[in-house]
């Protein structure tokens, strides 16, 4: 059984463009969400998505936005990247005992 | 002030040692209490999952929680160089549902 999968691993960008990031949550699980992680910080959670919708948001501007898939795969899409978005980007999704699971991460660098 | 405190370390212990690490948190509405092992470059993985005061032990691992003092620890029986990683204590509101709060982390090196 494939656990929580993330893509891609590493990506760069220029300040102002725009990022989409993929997660596919663990078989089963119908509850996804994004994190941030500074370096040499704990992750912040970013929003969480749940049959389709956003269940709950976090404290981060309007420049991140996702989306779930009816097959409970999710985006996380950022956009007018700043140098401050660099960061490692976790995705989790959620099992009936409601313990989050989480991916590898996608390493965003902004330059 | 940050809702959870952990020291970030770096805490370095000799092979066979007990490991305690702990952290702190000010809002008395959490309930769950969780820690996670994060290796290098790679994304949290989930150690030990505890709901009510007291402790809970897994293999070499026991996780204790004191809701009265607002406090959780992890404790790590005969350490090995594998244990090195850096340790994520993480809580939430209810079981479900619920953004998890992360400590900042303590990066923790077992050496031979």
């Known amino acids: 059984d494939a656990g929580v999968t993330q893509s891609p691993t590493h990506l760069i960008k220029t300040r102002g463009q725009q990022v989409t990031l993929r997660c596919s949550p663990k078989s089963g699980h119908d509850t996804v969400s994004w994190y941030q992680q500074a370096l040499g910080q704990g992750p912040q959670f970013i929003f969480q998505?749940?049959?389709?919708?956003?269940?709950q948001r976090g404290n981060f501007p309007d420049r991140f936005s996702g989306h779930q898939f009816p097959n409970y795969s999710s985006e996380l899409n950022v956009n007018a990247l700043l140098l401050g978005d660099s960061a490692l980007y976790l995705c989790a999704s959620e099992d009936s005992t409601d313990t989050q699971y989480f991916g590898p991460g996608t390493r965003l660098t902004v330059l | 002030q940050k809702e959870v405190e952990q020291d970030p370390g770096p805490l370095s212990v000799p092979e066979g040692a007990i490991v305690s690490l702990n952290c702190t948190y000010s809002n008395s509405a959490f309930q769950y209490f969780m820690w996670y092992r994060q290796y290098s470059r790679k994304g949290p993985e989930l150690l030990m999952y505890?709901?009510?005061?007291g402790n809970k032990e897994d293999g070499r691992f026991t996780a204790q929680v004191d809701k009265s003092s607002k406090y959780i620890s992890l404790f790590i029986r005969d350490s090995q160089p594998s244990d090195s990683a850096t340790y994520l204590c993480a809580m939430t509101l209810t079981g479900g549902g619920n953004k998890l709060t992360f400590g900042t982390g303590t990066q923790l090196k077992v050496e031979l």
């Open positions: 998505y749940y049959e389709e919708e956003e269940r």
């Open positions: 505890t709901y009510s005061s």
